[in-house]
């Protein structure tokens, strides 16, 4: 989704913006524009498309006092909300008067009664979007002092932003602001590089200030000044970004996916780092803390996610109420908020997110705290929105994703929900020796990753045998369920290719009227309770001419004989088995992408972290 980088300091400052916005194309966006404070006064541009045509556009042959060398400057990517992805609604946008100019991640909800409220006021406009009319509403505020005047304009704002501006008049000053769209400030020697996300500063500097919502700073090169929008000093602490630029680099891969398909035994085993104790046998989760014993006496879970964390969530329902026995709900993140949703005492809400920003995430967050839950956070970014409004949480530790198709994430939300409901369970009603069972089980799964990931030749050439089929059906029972969901999610994505997930058995409800001879069938058909069943489900697909293509067992030599293809993982236990089996899946889908000529990291229309309702 949009992303902003803005800059203070005294290196050459266009390239600098540019590699700053590439870093952050990974989110997701259709045009991109920046504005560099020159001695002439600002230089704009912006383009429609991709960050290259951008760059294509800027003329770097300006000399003298138009030359491109400034200490300050902005630059944006957008992803199209009020008006079409082209250069005239692409940031960032100047008032009327060419005083003060804006780029702007999130939404002003209020822009039409203020567009009109400006229109009457004699402003006038030339873009469809929210943005110009808050960059306008800070003209219309502004004499001589621009932090005042954005002051001003987010008074009468209602929406979200993450907002950076610039002023003709105050050549050396950037005034950054937020509201439900993250910021945050990177403290470097003598240099603040300003970003919607961690990705564009790590390369100048590992050193954050991260704005908390209605908060704001006005930077200049000497230093800069933190507070609220309305106008009261906070001091801010400077917190140590985890990751480091190799992370977020390809590495050799063609694709930051398969990067981070293959990363998942190293993640995985990140994540599970000091927190199974093998030698006492027991869990140690340091981000529960205080909350330990409330967390344990839990009487109902809902879990709230968007997306694959959705179906982390559904993988947790399973966890919870098998494990640790507390009744759990999952439910979508933009229902839940706006459902009038019951609360009792003893509810604690799971928040999962990869990104940590999802903003129909956050605001069920929000609203779970207003009435009264405990709330906990499975979140990947350290120091995202989500980890700070949480009462505590679990980071997943498995590195930065980049790839907007979630993978690692997936894996490492199953194994902090699975640590979890272990050390509720191991409180109330788990034994000693249950438990020491399920951790030797946990410990083995990035090795037996390892093994699943080796098929990713065989994998693609039967997922080329397919490549022409527009319809596919993804299907599993139990703990597999949530795998075939997120199966199909991943191929739609990312190859755009049709794709339902079911539980097995209600594919003959319905869904089995789509299957006709030579349709791909996916079955998640690992050894475990409802194996035998879901033999059937199986039968039911080939007596239509379905082609079976299974996620089964190793050593199920039956499996061989009903299949017309099959993709084996280690045994493991019921519980653990989606952290196996989701891996040919999003081969699958990956190879998928590649045999149709998709840009894999950068599915159309999609955003890697949507902070938008
Ligand atoms: C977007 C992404 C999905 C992701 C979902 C939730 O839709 O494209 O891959 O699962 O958001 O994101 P989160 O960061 O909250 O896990």
């Given at each position: 989704m949009c992303g902003i980088v803005a800059y203070v300091g005294n290196k050459d400052i266009c390239p600098l913006l540019l590699e700053g916005l590439k870093r952050l194309e990974y989110r997701g966006y259709d045009s991109a524009g920046l504005c560099v404070g020159t001695k002439a006064g600002f230089y704009v541009k912006r383009a429609a498309g991709r960050i290259s045509v951008l760059e294509a556009a800027i003329d770097d042959k300006m000399h003298g006092d138009k030359a491109l060398v400034g200490n300050i400057g902005m630059a944006h990517t957008r992803w199209a909300t009020h008006g079409p992805p082209t250069e005239c609604n692409a940031h960032p946008h100047m008032d009327d008067q060419q005083r003060v100019a804006l780029v702007h991640n999130g939404i002003i909800e209020n822009f039409a009664s203020l567009k009109q409220f400006l229109t009457e006021k004699g402003h006038h406009f030339s873009s469809e979007t929210d943005t110009e009319v808050l960059a306008v509403l800070i003209g219309h505020f502004y004499q001589g002092d621009l932090a005042k005047a954005v002051q001003l304009a987010l008074r009468e704002v209602r929406g979200t932003y993450g907002l950076a501006a610039m002023a003709v008049s105050e050549p050396d000053t950037l005034v950054v602001a937020r509201r439900g769209s993250p910021l945050i400030i990177g403290v470097g020697k003598d240099e603040y590089i300003v970003a919607s996300d961690a990705a564009a500063i790590v390369e100048h500097t590992t050193q954050v200030v991260y704005l908390n919502d209605n908060e704001m700073a006005v930077i200049r090169p000497g230093g800069f000044k933190t507070m609220t929008t309305d106008d009261i000093p906070v001091t801010k602490a400077i917190n140590e970004v985890e990751f480091s630029l190799q992370q977020i680099e390809l590495g050799g891969y063609e694709h930051f996916m398969l990067k981070e398909i293959f990363e998942q035994p190293?993640?995985?085993?990140?994540?599970?780092?000091?927190?199974?104790?093998?030698?006492?046998?027991?869990?140690?989760?340091?981000?529960?803390?205080?909350?330990?014993?409330?967390?344990?006496?839990?009487?109902?879970?809902?879990?709230?996610?968007?997306?694959?964390?959705?179906?982390?969530?559904?993988?947790?329902?399973?966890?919870?109420?098998?494990?640790?026995?507390?009744?759990?709900?999952?439910?979508?993140?933009?229902?839940?908020?706006?459902?009038?949703?019951?609360?009792?005492?003893?509810?604690?809400?799971?928040?999962?997110?990869?990104?940590?920003?999802?903003?129909?995430?956050?605001?069920?967050?929000?609203?779970?705290?207003?009435?009264?839950?405990?709330?906990?956070?499975?979140?990947?970014?350290?120091?995202?929105?989500?980890?700070?409004?949480?009462?505590?949480?679990?980071?997943?530790?498995?590195?930065?994703?980049?790839?907007?198709?979630?993978?690692?994430?997936?894996?490492?939300?199953?194994?902090?929900?699975?640590?979890?409901?272990?050390?509720?369970?191991?409180?109330?009603?788990?034994?000693?020796?249950?438990?020491?069972?399920?951790?030797?089980?946990?410990?083995?799964?990035?090795?037996?990753?390892?093994?699943?990931?080796?098929?990713?030749?065989?994998i693609r050439d039967v997922t080329a045998q397919y490549i022409h089929r527009e319809n596919w059906l993804f299907l599993g029972r139990g703990y597999n369920y949530p795998v075939a969901l997120e199966g199909a999610l991943k191929l739609k994505e990312i190859s755009?290719?049709?794709?339902?997930?079911?539980?097995?058995?209600?594919?003959?409800?319905?869904?089995?009227?789509?299957?006709?001879?030579?349709?791909?069938?996916?079955?998640?058909?690992?050894?475990?309770?409802?194996?035998?069943?879901?033999?059937?489900?199986?039968?039911?697909?080939?007596?239509?001419?379905?082609?079976?293509?299974?996620?089964?067992?190793?050593?199920?030599?039956?499996?061989?004989?009903?299949?017309?293809?099959?993709?084996?993982?280690?045994?493991?236990?019921?519980?653990?088995?989606?952290?196996?089996?989701?891996?040919?899946?999003?081969?699958?889908?990956?190879?998928?992408?590649?045999?149709?000529?998709?840009?894999?990291?950068?599915?159309?229309?999609?955003?890697?972290?949507?902070?938008?309702?």
């Open positions: 190293e993640a995985i085993a990140n994540c599970l780092r000091g927190r199974v104790d093998l030698h006492e046998g027991r869990v140690v989760l340091g981000g529960i803390g205080a909350y330990s014993r409330d967390v344990v006496r839990a009487r109902r879970i809902i879990i709230t996610a968007c997306g694959t964390a959705w179906h982390a969530g559904l993988v947790g329902e399973f966890l919870f109420e098998d494990l640790a026995k507390i009744p759990t709900e999952v439910e979508y993140a933009s229902e839940f908020r706006y459902r009038n949703p019951i609360i009792e005492e003893g509810t604690m809400v799971l928040a999962i997110s990869q990104s940590g920003e999802t903003a129909d995430t956050l605001a069920a967050l929000r609203e779970a705290k207003d009435r009264g839950a405990l709330s906990l956070g499975i979140v990947n970014a350290v120091g995202s929105t989500i980890a700070r409004e949480t009462d505590a949480g679990i980071y997943l530790h498995v590195g930065p994703e980049i790839g907007v198709a979630s993978t690692k994430a997936f894996c490492g939300q199953i194994v902090v929900e699975s640590l979890l409901a272990l050390s509720i369970a191991r409180r109330k009603y788990m034994s000693q020796n249950v438990l020491n069972e399920f951790l030797q089980a946990i410990i083995k799964i990035p090795d037996q990753m390892r093994k699943v990931l080796e098929q990713s030749s065989s755009y290719i049709h794709a339902e997930g079911l539980p097995a058995a209600e594919m003959k409800h319905g869904p089995i009227a789509l299957i006709n001879p030579g349709m791909p069938v996916v079955f998640v058909a690992t050894r475990g309770s409802q194996y035998e069943k879901l033999l059937g489900n199986i039968q039911e697909v080939k007596a239509r001419g379905g082609k079976i293509i299974a996620v089964a067992s190793e050593g199920d030599d039956y499996i061989h004989r009903v299949a017309d293809h099959v993709f084996t993982v280690p045994e493991t236990i019921e519980p653990l088995q989606p952290l196996l089996t989701v891996l040919p899946l999003q081969l699958l889908a990956y190879h998928a992408a590649v045999l149709r000529n998709c840009n894999v990291d950068k599915p159309r229309n999609l955003a890697k972290s949507v902070t938008v309702e």
